[in-house]
T-cell receptor
Framework: TQLLEQSPQFLSIQEGENLTVYCNSS?????LQWYRQEPGEGPVLLVT?????EVKKLKRLTFQFGDARKDSSLHITAAQPGDTGLYLC???????????FGTGTRLKVLA | DSGVTQTPKHLITATGQRVTLRCSPR?????VYWYQQSLDQGLQFLIQ???????AKGNILERFSAQQFPDLHSELNLSSLELGDSALYFC??????????????FGEGSRLTVL
C-alpha cells in the first residue's frame, strides 16, 4: 500500500511567519502535486513538480521535489490569513494511473 | 467552479441502506476518480475510470462499486451502509490520467451521513 505522510498535521502560526510542510513516502512518483482545500469545497491544484530535484515558486510559495522523487516540501514565506486551509500533497504512482493523497496539513494563520 | 458536478450534495440514510452518488466530469475529460474523505483528513483513493474502463483500483470495499457510462458520467454505489461509511465522497476528472503533469479537477463532494 502506497502511503504519503505529511507533517506537521496541524500548524497554527502568526501572520508574517514562515513555515514548511513535508510530504514523505517510500514509493517513487512520476509527479507530485500540492492542493489546497477550503471548507465545503474540493481540493484545488497549486502546483505540479515532475523532475527529481525540481523547485517551483508561486509567489510566496516554494515547492520542491526530492531527488529520488519520493518526497516533497512546501515552504510559505510571510504567511497571511488567506493561506489558511488544508494542504494536501498527491503523488502519481509510477507506472500506474493512481493519484494517492497525503494525510493533510491543516494550516491556520492568525492575523 | 471546477466544471465537475456531483449530486447529491448531502445525503442522510440509515445503516444497511444503499445509495448512489453521481458525477459528471468536466467537458472533454475522459477520466474520473473517486475519493473518500473522512473528518477533514486526506483523501483515500477508491477507483479510477478512463473512457468507460476501470484503470486503477484503491482500497475500495466490496460493498462499493462504480462504473463510468458511455456519456462519461460516473456513479459510485454504496451498499449495506455502515456508520463508518459516513464521509465526504469526491469525484475528480482529468483529461488524460497518464500525463505526469496532469491536473485533477474536483467536484464539491457528496456528504454522506449514515445514522
Amino acid at each position: 500500500t502506497q502511503l504519503l505522510e505529511q507533517s506537521p498535521q496541524f500548524l497554527s502560526i502568526q501572520e508574517g511567519e514562515n513555515l514548511t510542510v513535508y510530504c514523505n513516502s517510500s514509493s517513487v512518483f512520476s509527479s507530485l502535486q500540492w492542493y489546497r482545500q477550503e471548507p465545503g469545497e474540493g481540493p484545488v491544484l497549486l502546483v505540479t513538480v515532475v523532475t527529481g530535484g525540481e523547485v517551483k515558486k508561486l509567489k510566496r510559495l516554494t515547492f520542491q521535489f526530492g531527488d529520488a522523487r519520493k518526497d516533497s516540501s512546501l515552504h510559505i514565506t510571510a504567511a497571511q490569513p488567506g493561506d489558511t486551509g488544508l494542504y494536501l500533497c498527491a503523488g502519481l504512482v509510477s507506472g500506474t494511473y493512481k493519484y494517492i493523497f497525503g494525510t493533510g496539513t491543516r494550516l491556520k494563520v492568525l492575523a | 467552479d471546477s466544471g465537475v458536478t456531483q449530486t447529491p450534495k448531502h445525503l442522510i440514510t440509515a445503516t444497511g441502506q444503499r445509495v448512489t452518488l453521481r458525477c459528471s466530469p468536466r467537458s472533454g475529460d475522459l477520466s474520473v476518480y473517486w475519493y473518500q474523505q473522512s473528518l477533514d483528513q486526506g483523501l483515500q483513493f477508491l477507483i479510477q475510470y478512463y473512457n468507460g474502463e476501470e484503470r486503477a483500483k484503491g482500497n475500495i470495499l466490496e460493498r462499493f462499486s462504480a462504473q463510468q457510462f458511455p456519456d462519461l458520467h460516473s456513479e459510485l454505489n454504496l451498499s449495506s451502509l455502515e456508520l463508518g461509511d459516513s464521509a465526504l465522497y469526491f469525484c475528480a476528472s482529468s483529461v488524460d490520467p497518464g500525463l505526469a503533469d496532469g491536473e485533477l479537477f474536483f467536484g464539491e463532494g457528496s456528504r454522506l451521513t449514515v445514522l
